[in-house]
Every structure is written in C-alpha cells, then in structure tokens.
C-alpha cells in the first residue's frame, strides 16, 4: 500500500497571506495525485488533479507542483472561502487508493 | 448535473451488516466509468472502500476486503455497498463519488454525494 503523509496537519494563515502545504508518498506516485478541498460538513471538492492541473472552476490563486513522492500545494492569497481542510490523494497505485491524513487551513 | 445521493440505515448494531445505496442522476451507470464508496471517521483521515463499474466489476480495499460486497443496478442507476461484522471502528461518514468522469483517469473522483453518517452502536 502507498501511504500518503501531510504536513503539517494544521497550518495557521491571516487572510492575503500565502499557504504552502505538503504531501509525501511512500514511493512515486509520478503526477498520479488529487488534491480536494473539504469544508465542515461537506463533501470533498475536486481542486487539483495530475498534480499540477486545476478542475473546472477553482481560481488560479490555488496551484499544485510535484511529482514522484514530494508533492506540494499552494493558495497564493487566502480568502475566507479558503478555510478548510485539504486532501491529497494518490491514483498511481489504481485501483487501490490512498489518501493522506489531511491539513487544515485555519485562520490565524 | 451529475448528482449521487447516498441513503441508508444511520445506526446499525455491532456484529451485523452496514448497507447504503448510492442514486445517481443526470449521468447514466450504463454510460461507464466507476463507481465508488469512500468512508471518514470522525475527525480523520478519508479511507477508499471499493469501486464498481456498471458491468459490476468490483475493485475493494484489501484492509476490508474480506468484508465488503459492492453490487450496481443499472435499471435504477444505482450502486451498494454492504459491510458485515461492523464494530465501533466502521462508525463513519459514507460518501459515494464519481470515479474518472469527464476525461479524468480512473482514481479522480469529480462528483461526491453528500455522505451519510453511520453509527455503530448497540
């Protein structure tokens, strides 16, 4: 089994500052990676899939990089509607799927 | 709009069998693709259960392999899941998603179902 790990598991940002967050696989994954975004009580959003390309919708402050086991997630201002908990999320290993323990982004 | 909408027992009691139905609509189970079931416990991390495709080819997360049943029924463009000899462990939010639409490979899940909550408890 593939284990993906987050870090950090919670990450405190003011509002307009830049968020970086991490995710590691246990052996390469190439660009098979998601990353979904989920708010309490919701269901988890599609963001970023193949490691770098934003799904329909999501705005350009939000951009993915990485390939193999090092993978990494950045909103370049946050907004309130950005507060909330990330996923990642490897493919590589189909049909057998992983994902990570999550990140919360948390308003400082 | 593809919408899936999970439904469901929200207390079963340890020892017997956890089942939930998925309905989906504006997209036809015929159609192709997979189908599949994700699972979060309170406060961690999301777990993948199993995937299904409208030929009901299932694919299961060996952790809960020897415990999982998935079935689809094309005729009512729904898919199950069954999970037997639940403990207190198995106490989760059930979401069904979408798996590979819209040109994405198969492990991308576009289109999630809101979950449901199942208690374990006697």
């Known amino acids: 089994e593939i284990v993906m790990t987050q870090s950090p598991a919670t990450l405190s940002v003011s509002p307009g500052e830049r968020a970086t967050l991490s995710c590691r696989a246990s052996q390469s994954v190439s660009s098979n990676l998601v990353w979904y975004q989920q708010k309490p009580g919701q269901a988890p959003r599609l963001l970023m899939y193949?490691?770098?390309t934003r799904a329909p919708g999501i705005p350009a402050r939000f951009s993915g990089s990485g390939s193999g086991t090092e993978f990494t997630l950045t909103i370049s201002s946050l907004q309130s509607e950005d507060f909330a908990v990330y996923h990642c999320?490897?493919?590589?290993?189909?049909?057998?799927?992983?994902f990570g323990g999550g990140t919360k982004v948390e308003i400082k | 709009q593809v919408q899936l909408q999970e439904s469901g027992p929200g207390l079963v009691k340890p020892s017997e069998t956890l089942s939930l139905t998925c309905t989906v609509s504006g997209y036809s189970l015929t159609s192709g693709l997979h189908w599949g079931w994700v699972r979060q416990p309170p406060g961690r991390a999301l777990e993948w259960i199993g995937s299904?495709?409208?030929?009901?080819?299932?694919y299961y997360n060996p952790s809960l392999n020897s415990r999982v049943t998935m079935s689809v029924d094309t005729s009512k463009n729904q898919f199950s899941v069954r999970l037997s000899s639940v403990t207190a462990a198995d106490t989760a939010v059930y979401f069904c998603?979408?798996?590979?639409?819209?040109?994405?490979?198969?492990?991308?899940?576009?289109?999630w179902g809101q979950g449901t909550m199942v208690t374990v408890s006697s």
């Open positions: 999320q490897q493919y590589n290993n189909w049909p057998l799927l992983t």
């Open positions: 998603a979408r798996d590979g639409g819209d040109g994405y490979k198969f492990g991308v899940f576009d289109f």
């Open positions: 299904i495709n409208h030929r009901g080819t299932t």
């Open positions: 193949s490691a770098s």
